[in-house]
Nanobody, 130 residues
C-alpha cells in the first residue's frame, strides 16, 4: 500500500520557521517528481514547490520563493519543505504529492498542476500567528 505521510506542521509565530517532512512508503519514488501544495480555508489548493529528483531542478510559487526550500532524500524516500520567514498568509493545510510520470518525462513547469500527481498525503496543518 502506497502512503505519503506528512509531519512537522504546527503553530508558529510570524517570522518563524518550520520544516515539513513527507515520508513515502509502499514503493520507491526515486524516479518520480515530488511536490508540495497548500490549501487555506475557503481557497483552492495551490502549488508551493516541486522537485524533479534528489539534487535536481526545483520550482517555487512566487509567494514562497526565497523563503521556502524543497529537498528530498532518496535513501529515506522522504521529501522536505523548509519554511522560513513565515507569515499569517502561509497558514494552510500542506500536502505532499508524488508525480504520476517519471521526472525525465515532465517539465518542471508542468509540476505546478495538481493533475500531474498520482499520490497525495493526508495533509499537515501549518498555522502562523501574527
Amino acid at each position: 500500500q502506497v502512503q505519503l505521510v506528512e509531519s512537522g506542521g504546527g503553530l508558529v509565530q510570524d517570522g518563524g520557521s518550520l520544516r515539513l517532512s513527507c515520508a513515502a512508503s509502499g514503493r520507491s519514488f526515486d524516479e518520480k517528481p515530488m511536490g508540495w501544495f497548500r490549501q487555506a480555508p475557503g481557497k483552492d489548493r495551490e502549488f508551493v514547490a516541486a522537485i524533479r529528483r534528489s539534487g535536481g531542478i526545483s520550482s517555487y510559487a512566487d509567494s514562497v520563493k526565497g523563503r521556502f526550500t524543497i529537498s528530498r532524500d532518496a535513501a529515506k524516500n522522504t521529501v522536505y519543505l523548509q519554511m522560513n520567514s513565515l507569515s499569517p498568509e502561509d497558514t494552510a493545510v500542506y500536502y505532499c504529492a508524488a508525480g504520476s510520470k517519471p521526472w525525465w518525462g515532465i517539465s518542471i513547469s508542468r509540476l505546478r498542476d495538481p493533475a500531474e500527481y498520482e499520490y497525495w498525503g493526508q495533509g499537515t496543518q501549518v498555522t502562523v500567528s501574527s
